[in-house]
């Protein structure tokens, strides 16, 4: 597996996560509705912003700048997992 295309990917998964958790803090304000605070709204931007450009590389097929050592790209990985899930569990709780 290309491990330039796994960092990338794994990247975007971390964005998603960002943002899913920062929706989840939004929606669980207050009672009365949203309630906007400027570090859900930044976690948003950032999580979005992190998905895009790794989406850019990753469809340009500009990949192959990453040059990284195996256990680095490994530990992505596994971080993208642990966000992902904690970001699926802040939406479903």
Request: a negative charge.
């Amino acid at each position: 597996m290309d491990r330039s295309l796994l960092y990338h990917v794994s990247q975007m998964v971390v964005g998603g996560g960002l943002a899913m958790i920062a929706v989840s803090n939004l929606l669980s304000g207050t009672p009365d509705g949203v309630r906007l605070s400027i570090g859900s709204v930044l976690m948003i931007v950032g999580g979005v912003g992190i998905l895009v450009g790794n989406g850019y590389h990753v469809l340009n097929g500009n990949i192959d700048r990453v040059d990284l050592d195996p256990v680095s790209i490994w530990l992505s990985v596994v971080a993208a997992i642990l966000i992902f899930l904690a970001g699926v569990l802040s939406l479903l709780g």
